[in-house]
């Protein structure tokens, strides 16, 4: 909501949204995008505010630079972005922990700092959150 407030925008994409619980949280509509979710699978338009919160660390390795960059294309201004650096409580059917890419927050920040501009971070309880701009 502070992000909406100072970058003066109700344009919000909530990106990997799952079950869309930010969209209770909000006093204004956003757009929820999860391609594993078929209801919300469609291609959204950019946002002024993206939010991806525990989304990139289930992503398979091979397919974390398409994700980052596609979180790129359709960020504006800014984005919340919150990865967890530890192994879930969860685990797929498989038997693999639901967190798949667990990697140290350095090989995280590589990554991000290749397509924004870190405007902050804080590491707290195994999980990097970040305030990314566009770059």
């Known amino acids: 909501m502070r992000l909406c407030e100072q970058y003066k925008t109700q344009s919000v994409l909530d990106?990997?949204?799952?079950?869309?619980?930010?969209?209770?949280?909000?006093?204004?509509?956003?757009?929820?995008?999860?391609p594993a979710i078929t209801k919300f699978a469609e291609e959204p338009e950019p946002a002024d505010v993206v939010v991806c919160v525990d989304v990139m660390e289930h992503v398979e390795e091979p397919y974390v630079d398409v994700v980052l960059d596609h979180l790129k294309q359709l960020t504006r201004k800014v984005m919340l972005l919150h990865i967890a650096l530890i192994p879930a409580k969860k685990q797929l059917p498989d038997g693999r922990n639901a967190?798949?890419?667990?990697?140290?927050?350095?090989?995280?920040?590589?990554?991000?700092?290749?397509?924004?501009?870190?405007?902050?971070?804080?590491?707290e309880d195994n999980t990097l959150t970040c305030i990314l701009s566009a770059r």
């Open 99 to 123: 967190h798949i890419t667990l990697k140290p927050v350095e090989w995280w920040k590589e990554k991000i700092d290749t397509r924004f501009s870190m405007l902050s971070e804080n590491l």
């Open 15 to 34: 990106y990997g949204c799952g079950k869309a619980s930010l969209s209770l949280h909000l006093p204004f509509t956003i757009t929820s995008y999860d």
